[in-house]
Antibody
Framework: EVQLVESGGGLVQPGGSLRLSCAAS????????MHWVRQAPGKGLVWVSS????????VYADSVKGRFTISRDNAKNMLSLQMNSLRAEDTAVYYC????????????WGQGTMVTVSS | EIVLTQSPGTLSLSPGERATLSCRAS???????LAWYQQKPAQAPTLLIY???SRATGIPDRFTGSGSGTDFTLTISRLEPEDFAVYYC????????FGQGTKLEIK
């Protein structure tokens, strides 16, 4: 079964750090671009960051650039998101998602992990 | 940055009716990179359509995507009770953008 399972969410104070992980299974992880998408409570979907197949290219939304770092370990089938200097507006469910080859669409989504930034 | 505007914000229809959801881009979008998603409460989104008109695996043929350039449409031919949800369009490019969503509710 193709599956993405996120972990690492939780409550953190403003200015703090958190590292999200996503374990992939059931497919050839190293063949796919991967992404993080977030959704604040009661709000819409917002793209956060993307990484190419081998990890040599990364791109970020302006709102997280310089604070978040996406990475992957293809040997371990793991995607990560290091989040530093967290702000209240980063509070959201964070989804790990798989890219459809050649179309930039997101065909497999994890269940999401909640990040709450609050004092 | 390309902005996607979805309309209407809320669509109230009855089961069996036809739904037409719009996604308008502020600049031309390659059809290869336009997708639609369905999200039900407390669930992750599901990919419905990619490449503007290709149905994702397992998606019923009552869902149809169309359009090009700046205007794209998701049509649900005959609404089933499970189709009432929020729908998002999304484009890919050097970055990725979602529309704000259309809530399809039971009339």
């Amino acid at each position: 079964e193709v599956q993405l399972v996120e972990s690492g969410g939780g409550l953190v104070q403003p200015g703090g750090s958190l590292r999200l992980s996503c374990a992939a299974s059931g497919f050839t992880f190293s063949s796919h671009w991967m992404h993080w998408v977030r959704q604040a409570p009661g709000k819409g979907l917002v793209w956060v960051s993307s990484i190419n197949n081998d990890g040599s290219y990364t791109v970020y939304a302006d709102s997280v650039k310089g604070r978040f770092t996406i990475s992957r370990d293809n040997a371990k089938n793991m995607l990560s998101l290091q989040m530093n200097s967290l702000r209240a507006e980063d509070t959201a469910v964070y989804y790990c998602v798989r890219d459809v080859h050649g179309f930039g669409a997101f065909d497999i989504w994890g269940q999401g992990t909640m990040v709450t930034v609050s004092s | 940055e390309i902005v996607l505007t979805q309309s209407p914000g809320t669509l109230s229809l009855s089961p069996g009716e036809r739904a037409t959801l719009s996604c308008r881009a502020s600049q031309s979008v390659s059809s290869n990179y336009l997708a639609w998603y369905q999200q039900k409460p407390a669930q992750a989104p599901t990919l419905l359509i990619y490449g503007a008109s290709s149905r994702a695996t397992g998606i019923p043929d009552r869902f149809t995507g169309s359009g090009s350039g700046t205007d794209f449409t998701l049509t649900i031919s005959r609404l089933e009770p499970e189709d009432f949800a929020v729908y998002y369009c999304q484009r890919a490019g050097s970055s990725y953008t979602f529309g704000q969503g259309t809530k399809l509710e039971i009339k």
